[in-house]
Structures are given as C-alpha cells and as structure tokens.
C-alpha cells in the first residue's frame, strides 16, 4: 500500500526558512509526481508546486521564487525548501501522489509564520 | 482557471445530496473530488470524473458536461458529512474548488 508522511513543520518568523520532508513507501518517487497542496486554517486547499517523474517541477505564482521542490531517491523522500516565508503562508502541507487525481495524501504537516 | 463551489448543502438522512462544480467548459478536463473530514487529509472519491476509487461505496457518483462537474451521493448517511472539493488541472497546475460543506440533517 502506498503511504506518503510529511515531516518538517514546526513555527518560524515571517522572512523565516523550513524545509518539509514527504517520505514515501509502497511507491517509488523517482517514478512517480509528487504534488505538494497546502490548507490555511479554516480554509480550502491550494496547490503549491509538483515534481514530475522526470524531474521537472512546477509551482503557482504565490510560492514561485520562495519556495523549491527537490527529491532524494535514494532516501525515497520530496523535499520542499521554503525560504522567505510570510503570515500568509501558514497552513498545513500535505503532499500526494499525481500525476492526474492526488492520491494518497499524507497526513500533513503544519507550518506556523509568526513573530 | 478557476472553480466554484456551493459553500454549503444540506441534505436529509436518506435522501439525495448534489455537490456542483462550476467551470468554463470544465465538461473538456477531468474532474476528481475528495472528502475531507475534520482533522484529517483528503480523500480521493471520484477521479476522472465519474471513476470510484476502490473502497469507495456506490451511493456516491460523479458527472461532468458543459460548465458544470456535479458529484452526488444518493442515500446521504452521517458520515458522509463533511467537506467535498473539486480538482482539475489547467496549464500544469492544480485548480481545487473552494470546497462545499456536506451537512446531513
């Protein structure tokens, strides 16, 4: 079975750095597009940004230029680096399984921007 | 590219409950819904507009032509109460709905 489980959050000042960690089993994720989708509290879902099998990687307007998605495969993990982060960008990140429906999701990871 | 949910629908124990998702000629892309409880990740129901995941039960259902993706599930139990949200792709990104609240009266 396919399981993907994020790790990294914690609470950071605004202009403040994280890195989250999804590390997947039942799955390759050098085979696979791993999407990373964020939900501020109360609030819907937003994609943030996707690697694809073959390394390309994608991100939306709001994160591009801040924040990197990365792999490691022989650690079977995606990485999503985030640098400069702002009041707007607490939530909780989940990552999941593409490329077409998202499916598993991790439980998700909470990031808190705060000073 | 964007989606428009209802922010909340209603429906009677044992009775019929419609979820729409509205998009210009959304009927041309796939159309995939989860549910998402509280405190919990969201779950695929629906993936391609009208395919169920395995383990999914066949009470819920999905459709999609024209403007308009509709996801319904007939028979509305309790727990199917909670939050459904659509999601297309659009220029390599990923577009979700802002999310309709299933409430089950």
């Known amino acids: 079975e396919a399981q993907l489980v994020e790790s990294g959050g914690g609470l950071v000042q605004p202009g403040g750095s994280l890195r989250l960690s999804c590390a997947a089993s039942g799955l390759v994720v050098g085979d696979n597009y791993i999407s990373w989708v964020r939900q501020a509290p109360g609030k819907g879902l937003e994609w943030v940004s996707i690697?694809?099998?073959?390394?390309?990687?994608y991100y939306a307007d709001s994160v591009k230029g801040r924040f990197a998605i990365s792999r490691d495969t022989s650690q079977n993990t995606v990485y999503l680096q985030m640098k400069g982060l702002r009041v707007e960008d607490m939530a909780v990140y989940f990552c999941a399984r593409g490329p077409n429906h998202l499916d598993p999701w991790g439980q998700g990871t909470l990031v808190a921007v705060s000073s | 590219y964007e989606l428009t949910q209802p922010l909340s629908v209603s429906v009677a124990l044992g009775e019929t409950a419609n979820i729409t998702c509205g998009g210009r000629?959304?009927?041309?892309?796939?159309v995939h819904w989860y549910q998402q409880k509280p405190g919990q990740a969201p779950v695929l129901v629906i993936h391609?507009?009208?395919n169920r995941p395995s383990g999914i039960p066949d009470r819920l259902s999905g459709s999609n032509s024209g403007n308009t993706a509709t996801l319904t599930i007939i028979r509305a139990q309790a727990g199917d109460e909670a939050d459904y949200f659509c999601h297309v792709w659009d220029s390599r990104t990923a577009v979700f709905g802002g999310g309709t609240k299933l409430t089950v009266l």
């Open positions: 391609r507009d009208s």
């Open positions: 000629n959304i009927g041309g892309k796939n």
């Open positions: 690697i694809y099998d073959d390394g390309g990687t």
